[in-house]
């Protein structure tokens, strides 16, 4: 393992911590990456936790520490494999003290029933502040001045800056951070605008935010600032295309995630002057090559990079060593559960006995996030069949977290937060049943969205050999494997449609793995899944809408 050097916070040396040595500890803790000393206090000085810092040193140093493990605690710079956790035979609680888990293996360690908790939201306000300093840096070419001073050059004139007082701020996102910069533009006197198709508007007009389209924020706002999570609609978000739709002489930031942007697109928008000036704080690449072509522009345009500082603030570094140690101690003395992006808080034994039946309610929430439009207001469960009423909760929560999931930023979604998160959006969580089994299922599963522009309605139900599958999709009858990437269309049943879109596919070789449609009767209206093997792109999207009888298209990746 590489040697890594500690946040800004003062980090504790690499040894073992027992507070107490009259009473023996009944965890052991081990710390494999740097984390915050103050914010840890309430484990090191806790006589029950046996805390065991390795930070940075070779595997070799720590991997029979494994062996007596209850408790692992890392960044994101420990890869906590498959193999390492199989050493593990005590381990309870893989704690990720931050957000992204991509350097957890998650899967293997539900598996073995070892909880993945992390610490969501801790910061956003770090986040928040530093994308309000680009914005400032931005309009008053603070870096650019600084440079030339510093070499010896005193020009003012060409340094001239704009206000943001009575300007417009258009903000891609309206989550956590998104709020939080709402706030902060609002006490500078800025006209806020927002695009996030998945809020309701009363929420965003709580917030004094004007909701808006994607196009009319690009073409009335002065900055942009991109706050939105990544998925397959945001990515490139900003393109060639909508930086056609920018207002001149706007300035972008993007303290969101590289792929947001494609940055040919922009380095070509800022060199013709469509944009006035860019602030990035993430990279399609990190860390940022020296030889990118968005390193040589920074020396000339007013582009200003910043290597992914957006948590970097000692207060969030102890806010998230804190958070992580609270949640460890209050699980390991009370059972009480806050951040698990794997388990959710319910009995054990009903969850066995749902099995498959909570990934379907996954599934078909993600799936719903997809093809849906408009601020999401309910969803509802419904449960047919043989389920029993305390598998409903479960259910429920599954299906919302699946939903949430696709919108949000998944590594901050967990089981015990979606509940809350929903909440906080105004989104209401419903559960319905009927005894009765539908249209001969032993067991069917109903997943209902009401969204400002109407309700989505997928049903699905699990095969005897554990294979998810969807049946209905609004009221047409389907029957399609739920996993994979799809093209879900909704037409006019006219001859010749199904045909017309096999052949587009092939031109683009895109392979077709399965194609259902359902329709209410002939001629009526239909609906048609359609299962492929490679990503289909926007501008085959774009081809197949313009076929004549096609009503929507939805582009779906479970
Ligand atoms: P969040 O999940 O609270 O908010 C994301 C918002 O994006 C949600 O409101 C969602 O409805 C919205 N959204 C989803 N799809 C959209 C679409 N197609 N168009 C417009 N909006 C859409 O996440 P957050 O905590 O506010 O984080 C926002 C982003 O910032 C994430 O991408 C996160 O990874 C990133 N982040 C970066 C740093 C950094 O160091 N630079 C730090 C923290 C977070």
Known sequence: MEKRKSAAQPTLKNKTLTSSLSSPAAFHVLITDPLATEGLSLLTHNSQFQIHLKVGAPLSEWEDLLQDCHCWLVRSETKVTETLIAKAPHLKVIGRAGVGIDNIDVEAASRRGILVMNVPGANTLAAAEHTFGLILALSR???????????????????????????????VGLGRIGREISKRAQAFNMRVLAYDPYVPLEYASSLGVEVTSL????????YITLHTSLNEKTRHLISEKTLRQVKSGARLINCARGEL???KALLKALEEGKLRGAALDVFSQEPLPPTSALVKASQSLNLILTPHLGASTEEAQLKVASELARNIVDYFQQGILRNAVNLPGFDAEILEKLGDHLSLAER?????AQVLSGGLLEVRIQCDGTYEPNQRRPLAVAALKGLLSS???????????APLLAQERGIKLLETATPASSDGFFKLLTVSVKTETGQQTVSGTVQPNGELRLVRFGS?????????????????DRPGVIGLIGTLLGKYKINIADMRVGRKSAKGEAAMVISVDEDVPAEVLKEIKSIAGIQAIHWVKL
């Open 364 to 368: 078909l929430g993600r799936f719903s």
């Open 215 to 222: 196009e009319n924020l690009l073409n009335t706002s002065d």
């Open 141 to 171: 070419n603070i870096p650019q001045a600084h440079r030339d001073l510093s070499s010896g050059k005193w020009e003012r004139k060409r340094l001239m800056g704009s206000e943001l007082a009575g300007k417009t701020l258009g903000i």
């Open 407 to 417: 919108i949000m930023d998944e590594s901050g979604i967990s089981w015990v937060n």
């Open 476 to 492: 047409l009858t389907v029957d399609v494997v739920l996993q994979g990437k799809m093209l879900v269309l909704t037409n006019q």
């Open 261 to 263: 942007v494609d940055e």
